[in-house]
């Protein structure tokens, strides 16, 4: 499974990076990079059977007082 | 080329979705499930009998008859403490896939229904197999000897069960219909009954002594109480109930001829609508119901010219008093000696009344007992049939 | 500009529709009719009520800054660096939250009610790659898609024509049982599905003619209000309120009643046929948001390099924020998305930037 997941992240790479370093849009690479950083830090742990902390707990607890006007 | 290999990559990625026909059946490999019955055995367990087609036996089967030819379908039961279970040992016996998706019937045993539906139908509702229009039943025995008997006409038992419901000559309840019966305060389940009867015997040619078939038979309905059976309605009360519950699409009334009492006419229903007009002063509780009735005289035993217009208002009341007879008798059965409301004259008071039903609702069945009830039938005879007097009426 | 493509109003009517309607029609009846029971069907008329503020509240905003998307006209009105901070918002808890939960969605319904030995995940990354590839080429292609696959809706009216047999009037009986406040209540869920409709500002500066945008947004509030409304009354009229509240998408099993002579049955193919091709269409609004936003908010020539990343970053979403499993994912559908959302996100935050526009002056006139 990890090794699929790692083939697919290289996989992307290497389908949109060469065309962006031929066209010197290196503000696109740059966004590129940060946003499949972000995705591999939300799906390897996952794959990895490491439990990440769930957002929308906090945002559950948050909106608490309304939801329970809602019931 | 990177990119070309950048493709590659992810195309492989996709192996993955590979197995893709995981869920895949194929009919040879399916055991269709054509009826289903539950039973509460005698130590206390739920036994799971089904009826599964033989679809290679489905040309012949049904026209061969009893001539020694294989029943296109196998029964087969398994007990367990659930139905999930249950089914779980039945898959030990069927070498196939259990396939609910066209299980006509679903039929109870007695001691079952009056262990109660609880431990049933949640199995049936929540899985995606069964389907929410599987006729459902209560059987006078053992829904395992419902399901083990043989039909003439259709293929398999459950098939004929579920075309007797179909036919609407009795009170038909599909599985989602008893559920939202159960849901709701306003009205007690009834449920069609179902028993094992010796019928007709198969005839043609080469058949010197056709064994007597057991088949299944209508007989009256279930009433409940919540999820667990109390009493039998028979077919005759069963009439009234469905004057009163608005279902009755077929059916004759038969009542004395106007000049000649001690023979019968017939009258064929062709539409019939019941209306329930609770009222309610916040103490005293009745009913109005009207029933309308419309059909045709198709019978007549008497000598007499029925083709005048005062003798057809003459019949006309006769039915009227006859239909407001049938819903009495059910009404004081279910009032008197049941105490619960069959008929959703809560669903009716509750459509009315709706800041009253709070208060009445959790102890509705006494206030239901208690409450009056006036009948009103106008019924209609429309068409006479091709004759006008008996055709063997001799000159006078 | 990242964007190129054009669409005319009537495609942006059909997105929008596909946009809200696929989840709502299976999710929503159950959610409702708990509380309103046999009421439900006002409530969604209150939330269609709501959906029409919302949507003029969205549309006036926009067109007070022409040819400019949601995240380009908040730089404007709230300056650059605060401007930045709420497309921020938008991206990750608004579009990118949606997107996922819909994902989330696509694959339990299908696991739960078609397929249930086909893992989750397969689902997910099948319908956000398929909707990435629509991304991908563009705002034109994914009206082209939606306009090809949207009569499948229309056939829902008919399966829902062929259940009246089964139907009776009587089970609507009594309205307003419980009286006002449970109708306005459980109006709250489907006003959250209506307001989704916040996305349009991200679709308007590529109308062929943004001055129709107050049309557009009417009428796919109105068009996705109808069927809503059809759709809880199809279950509503054939289960009666107790029942209905107790499926997990009363719809579906709906349809299953459907038996015509028993013939003419087993038809809920069709809502999974609406649902599969609905649910590409409405998981692409997102995407196409979330790229988008992402693009315009870190100024990007191109807004593509970004859509595989995000279709990553959706699944794992998908699994991550949405619970571990079904009760978890219904349960954080009223107590979590609505709540939040529909405050924040499609009312307050639009309500926020109109009035400071109004304050500052910014943008011109929109009537």
């Known amino acids: 499974m990890i090794v699929l997941l790692i083939m697919a992240f290289i996989g992307i790479v290497l389908f949109e990076a060469p065309g962006l370093i031929k066209k010197k849009m290196w503000r696109e690479l740059a966004a590129f990079s940060l946003y499949l950083s972000i995705g591999m830090a939300l799906s390897i742990p996952q794959v990895l059977g490491i439990t990440l902390p769930n957002p929308t707990k906090a945002i559950e607890a948050l909106v608490k007082p309304i939801s329970e006007l809602l019931k | ?396 | 500009m990242p964007e190129k493509g054009k669409i005319d109003s009537k495609q942006a009517v059909l997105l929008m529709i596909s946009m809200i309607l696929p989840t709502a029609i299976l999710t929503i009846p159950a959610v409702t009719v708990k509380t309103a029971r046999q009421d439900a069907w006002l409530s969604v008329m209150v939330a269609t009520l709501a959906g029409l503020l919302i949507a003029r509240l969205v549309v006036s905003l926009s067109l007070r800054f022409p040819g400019q998307t949601l995240f380009e006209f908040s730089e404007e009105i709230l300056g650059k660096a605060l401007g930045k901070m709420v497309g921020f918002l938008y991206i990750w808890l608004f579009f990118l939250y949606i997107g996922s939960g819909v994902v989330r969605e696509f694959g339990v319904f299908l696991v739960t009610a078609v397929m249930p030995a086909t893992p989750i995940i397969v689902f997910l990354i099948v319908v956000t790659a398929v909707a990435g590839y629509a991304v991908r080429n563009g705002l034109e292609v994914l009206c082209r898609f939606n306009q090809l696959f949207i009569p499948v809706t229309g056939l829902l009216v008919i399966v829902f024509l062929l259940s009246t047999l089964d139907m009776k009037l009587d089970r609507l009986l009594p309205v307003f049982d419980a009286g006002l406040a449970p109708i306005v209540k459980s109006a709250v869920t489907p006003t959250m599905w209506l307001g989704e409709i916040v996305t349009l500002a991200m679709i308007i500066p590529y109308l062929s003619k943004p001055k129709e945008a107050h049309r557009v947004a009417v009428l796919s509030i109105l068009i996705t209000g109808f069927f809503l409304t059809a759709s809880i009354m199809e279950a509503l009229l054939i289960f009666g309120p107790n029942l209905t509240g107790h499926w997990i998408f009363p719809t579906f099993n709906a349809t299953r009643v459907v038996s015509i002579a028993n013939f003419l049955e087993r038809l809920e193919f069709i809502v999974i046929m609406a649902w599969v091709l609905g649910g590409i269409v409405k998981v692409g609004v997102f995407y196409y948001a979330v790229v988008l936003g992402s693009a315009q908010c870190l100024g990007l020539r191109d807004y593509r390099p970004l859509v595989l990343p995000v279709g990553v970053i959706l699944v794992a979403l998908s699994i991550l924020l949405h619970g571990e499993n079904i009760v978890e994912v219904l349960h954080y559908i009223p107590h979590v998305e609505v709540p939040f959302l529909l405050i924040v996100f499609e009312v307050g935050i639009p309500l926020l930037l109109l009035i400071v526009a109004l304050v500052r002056g910014k943008g011109g006139k929109s009537n």
């Open chain 2, 1 to 396: 080329m990177r990119k070309k290999i950048a493709i590659l990559l992810l195309l492989f990625f996709l192996i993955g979705l590979l197995g893709g026909c995981w869920s895949r059946r194929e009919i040879t490999e399916v055991a269709i499930i054509m009826g289903t019955g539950v039973d509460w055995t005698a130590d206390d367990r739920i036994r799971l009998t089904v009826q599964i087609a033989k679809p290679g036996d489905f040309g012949a089967g049904g026209e061969a008859g009893a001539g020694g030819k294989e029943p296109p379908a196998w029964v087969v039961w398994a007990e367990g403490k659930t139905i999930e279970e249950a089914e779980r040992y039945l898959a030990m016996k069927v070498p196939r896939d259990i396939y609910w998706g066209h299980s006509v019937i679903l039929v109870l045993g007695e001691e079952m229904a009056k262990k109660g539906t609880g431990m049933v139908t949640n199995f049936f509702h929540r899985s995606r197999g069964p389907r929410e229009t599987m006729w459902f039943m209560v059987t006078r025995g053992e829904a395992k000897d419902i399901l083990e008997t043989h039909s003439e006409l259709a293929k398999t038992s459950a098939q004929a069960a579920g075309f007797l419901t179909r036919m609407e000559t009795s009170y038909a309840v599909q599985s989602r219909e008893f559920a939202e019966m159960l849901a709701s305060k306003g009205v007690q389940p009834v449920v069609t009954g179902v028993e094992v009867k010796e019928t007709g015997k198969a005839h043609g040619p080469g058949q010197e002594n056709p064994p007597v078939e057991k088949e299944v038979k209508l007989s009256g309905v279930a009433v409940f109480k919540e999820d667990k059976l109390i009493k039998w309605l028979d077919e005759h009360e069963t009439r009234g109930l469905l004057w009163l519950k608005g279902e009755v699409k077929k059916g004759a009334v038969t009542v004395p001829s106007p000049g000649e009492p001690e023979k019968e006419v017939s009258i064929k229903i062709r539409r019939s609508s019941t209306k329930i007009v609770p009222e309610y002063d916040g103490e005293n509780l009745w009913f109005n119901v009207m029933i309308n009735v419309e059909g045709d005289m198709v019978e007549q035993q008497s000598r007499e010219d029925l083709a005048k217009p005062e003798k057809i208002k003459a019949l006309e009341s006769a039915m009227a008093g006859e239909i407001k007879a049938r819903a009495a008798e059910a009404l004081e059965k279910a009032q008197r000696e049941y105490g619960v409301d069959i008929f959703g004259f809560g669903d009716a008071f509750h459509r009315k009344y709706k800041k009253e039903w709070r208060e009445l609702k959790n102890r509705w069945d006494e206030e239901f007992s208690r409450a009056d009830v006036n009948i009103a039938v106008e019924a209609h005879v429309r068409e006479i049939g091709l004759l006008t007097t008996r055709a063997s009426t001799p000159e006078e």
